[in-house]
């Protein structure tokens, strides 16, 4: 197993691409702790790898919240009694709108959710990965945070600066053998688009623009395998590395 003995912690995991990936990791023998604000669905997940076989704790929390995050480390510890691997995936859309007509409520809701709440997760990751030298965070971007055309204004700034952190945290512990990795997917089957708002008519009209060059969509699984990779031994020399997952759109 490729995570044998590995604790993880994976946010927005009651769903999508985080379930996917708590349920992959499990699978490869990691103990996971499945986070989300939708207590519900996390326990779901959490009851679902119990029942295929493998170790894993439902805590509810929003990583937007610093208590929250506090909780979630100490409910990990507690459980694992240390940490090895940290998904950010937690994720919210904006409306598509430009920055014309962005909102002061949805640019800061939008940021808190995808970037900040990456920051303090990731602050406490460090925390515990410092003194045993060893550590791997990933976060979940989006091809909206290598391209202008994807989202709207709040959307895509929050993912350039998940990638903005990803780098400069992989270069400041690169020599404490602290790893962090960006995933950016493309368009992926997942039901992200709930938490979007009305969309706005024009910033809609101008992403639809970019529609036509995508092959299709990807499975939340696809997503998963690269995950896996990340966290494991096998990418010990990966670091500071954004990935692209997307079936070739922006190739194009």
Same mark, same amino acid.
């Given at each position: 197993?490729? #995570? ?5 912690? *994976? ?31 996390? *326990? +779901? ?8 076989? !493998?170790? /894993?704790?439902?805590?509810? /929390?929003?990583?937007?919240? +610093? ?15 240390? @940490? ?6 937690? !994720? ?10 962005v909102t002061d409520e949805l640019w800061d809701r939008v940021l808190a959710v995808n970037t900040t709440a990456v920051m303090r997760t990731s602050r406490k990751a460090v925390e515990l990965f410092l003194p045993k030298g060893s550590g791997s965070i990933i976060n979940v971007s989006s091809i909206g945070g290598l391209n202008g055309g994807r989202a !709207? ?7 350039? /600066?998940?990638?903005?952190?990803? @780098? ?19 368009? *992926? ?7 979007? &708002? +009305? ?5 809609? &009209?101008?992403? +639809?623009?970019? #529609?036509? @060059?995508?092959?299709? /969509? ?7 395998? #690269?995950? @896996? ?24």
């Amino acid at each position: 197993m490729r #995570l044998a003995g590995k604790t993880a912690i *994976v946010t927005g995991a009651a769903s999508g691409i985080g379930k996917a990936i708590a349920v992959l990791y499990a699978r490869e023998g990691a103990n996971v702790v499945v986070t989300d604000l939708n207590e519900e669905g996390a *326990v +779901q997940t959490a009851n679902e790898i119990a029942a295929a076989g !493998g170790k /894993a704790v439902a805590v509810r /929390a929003n990583a937007a919240d +610093q208590a929250d995050v506090d909780r979630l480390f100490d409910e990990t510890v507690k459980a694992y009694g240390t @940490l090895d691997v940290l998904v950010n995936n937690a !994720g919210i859309m904006d409306n598509f709108a430009p920055v014309g007509d962005v909102t002061d409520e949805l640019w800061d809701r939008v940021l808190a959710v995808n970037t900040t709440a990456v920051m303090r997760t990731s602050r406490k990751a460090v925390e515990l990965f410092l003194p045993k030298g060893s550590g791997s965070i990933i976060n979940v971007s989006s091809i909206g945070g290598l391209n202008g055309g994807r989202a !709207g204004a709040a959307y895509t700034t929050s993912k350039f /600066a998940v990638i903005g952190l990803t @780098l400069n945290t992989a270069f400041m512990y690169a020599q404490k053998g602290i790893r962090c990795n960006a995933i950016a997917p493309g368009a *992926v089957e997942t039901n992200i688009g709930a938490s979007m &708002s +009305q969309p706005n008519p024009f910033g809609y &009209s101008r992403m +639809q623009l970019t #529609l036509p @060059l995508n092959p299709r /969509a990807g499975k939340p699984e696809e997503i998963a395998g #690269l995950a @896996l990779f990340l966290a494991s031994d096998e990418s010990r020399y990966v670091n500071g590395a954004v990935i692209t997952v997307d079936g070739g759109w922006t190739s194009a």
